[in-house]
């Protein structure tokens, strides 16, 4: 079935027709269609455009058509254009003429604009509560891991000792602020815009305050022509999206090289890993590889829909069909590289004592040194060449900072006494670090307080 036929003497093309075709991807948005039609019927109903017997009879059938879609007694077919001329059409073959009144008052434009933003809503907070949970986890491994000392880095170099703690929650910031994106999202794209027609609204007298609030909206949107041809809500998801993989990608990236026999800073479990066909000794972090591999998936849906509409005028242009195939991937990518990496996270064994041993070796306590010399009445600048040859020294010896002797220490600056060992001890440099964001425990404590009241709020 065709919803356009009328005006033409000709069938459609086969080639042109599965070409021009949406049903092998948009039936995915079944249910909101249905639901966005429930919604539309009753409004008609109450407006006097429908008759309340042809209001319950479409209202039935439709009902049963999702029902037996969902159970698998009714198979959804490539005959139909679009998931809404398969739905129209069972619809009418069930209740009859009832069912050629379904369309009154709205077009596909706006029947498609309406599907994918009642999609779009729900997945979004579907992909909220994932990271939500995944959130709660990093918090868990927060609060267990406060005095669990291991190097921080720049450039891949070790620089400053911090905590496990530390280092997880700046993961717990970056997908704090995934959510928030999510929610401004879905604070923008929340206006319903059922009933602005193909493009210029309709003369039927429809209620559109009211089906926005049917279907959850927080109103209709204000211009029938953005409203069929607004796309800027899903790239913004695919934007965000990009980033949250952005995220995890990066968080993959460090689990595969503490993975390492170099730095054996964590212990994947077998559950999360797999093995070489010829290597039997192999055991490898292949799902944060493939988390990271499929974030460029997802880049390529934003790239491809900004493509696609940079060069759309108003209104509807069939371009805009791109747009599902585009989104659904992405979002199904996302979903499942979260649950996937959530997992593995969940799994994870963090070696400790290598960790630490990493720390210690690496003389990520020199900064620490150089602040004992400052506290000792040493001009900060002095203090930094100072300590440079001291690495010199070590890096010579094969030693480090705590390994020298106080002799040592003084042949290069009489400054140095006992207390130095004290001050240049892991615990020590982390401990001193207190101010807000650093990652000294009573700090750490201030921002697990916090972070305990953001998940228990939002």
Not at 31 to 47: C, N, W, Y
Not at 107 to 121: C, E, F, G, I, W
Not at 369 to 384: I, K, N, Q, T, W
């Amino acid at each position: 079935m065709k919803l356009w036929g009328g005006r033409f003497t000709k069938e459609t093309n086969q080639l042109v027709h599965n070409f021009n075709a949406s049903l092998s991807f948009d039936q995915k948005l079944f249910e909101e269609d249905i639901q966005g039609s429930i919604a539309h019927v009753t409004m008609l109903a109450k407006q006097g455009i429908l008759s309340e017997q042809d209001e319950k009879a479409i209202i039935d059938g439709l009902n049963g058509i999702c029902e037996d879609i969902k159970s698998g007694a009714l198979a959804i077919d490539e005959e139909h254009e679009d998931i809404h001329s398969f739905v129209e059409a069972h619809l009418i073959q069930r209740i009859g003429d009832a069912g050629k009144r379904l369309h009154t008052g709205r077009s596909r434009n706006d029947q498609v604009a309406l599907d994918m933003k009642l999609y779009t809503r729900k997945e979004i907070l579907e992909m909220d509560k994932l990271l939500k949970d995944l959130l709660a986890s990093l918090y868990r491994i927060m609060q267990e891991n406060l005095d669990t000392i291991m190097p921080g880095f720049t450039h891949l170099q070790k620089a400053q000792p911090i905590t496990l703690a530390h280092h997880m929650g700046a993961y717990f910031e970056m997908f704090k602020r995934d959510r928030s994106r999510l929610h401004d999202i879905y604070e923008r794209m929340n206006y319903c815009p059922l009933g602005s027609g193909a493009l210029a609204g309709t003369t039927y007298p429809l209620d559109r305050e009211m089906t926005a609030s049917l279907l959850d909206f927080y109103g209709p949107t204000q211009n029938s022509m953005d409203s069929v041809s607004d796309r800027d809500y899903l790239i913004e998801l695919c934007s965000a999206m990009s980033v949250i993989m952005m995220h995890l990608s990066r968080f993959c990236e460090e689990i595969i090289i503490w993975n390492t026999n170099e730095y054996q800073f964590i212990e994947i479990d077998d559950s999360y890993s797999t093995g070489s066909s010829i290597m039997p000794q192999k055991k490898n972090p292949d799902i944060a590889e493939l988390v990271r591999g499929k974030t460029g998936r997802v880049y390529g849906s934003l790239i491809s829909l900004l493509t696609t509409m940079k060069g759309l005028s108003l209104a509807y242009n069939k371009d805009m069909q791109e747009d599902k195939e585009l989104v659904f991937d992405a979002i199904d990518t996302t979903k499942g590289c979260i649950v996937l990496f959530h997992g593995m996270l969940d799994t994870l064994t963090f070696r400790k004592d290598n960790m630490r041993a990493s720390a210690e070796g690496g003389f990520t306590n020199a900064t620490d040194a150089a602040d004992y010399l400052v506290s000792h009445g040493v001009a900060f600048r002095d203090a930094h060449g100072i300590i440079g040859q001291l690495v010199l020294y070590c890096i010579d010896k094969n030693i480090s900072l705590s390994e020298m002797t106080l002799e040592e220490y003084k042949a290069i600056s009489p400054v140095f006494e006992e207390d130095i060992y004290d001050a240049i001890r892991m615990e020590t440099c982390v401990s001193r670090r207190n101010t807000i964001g650093a990652p000294g425990q009573e700090a750490m404590k201030q921002v697990l307080a916090v972070y305990k009241d953001y998940l228990e709020q939002n």
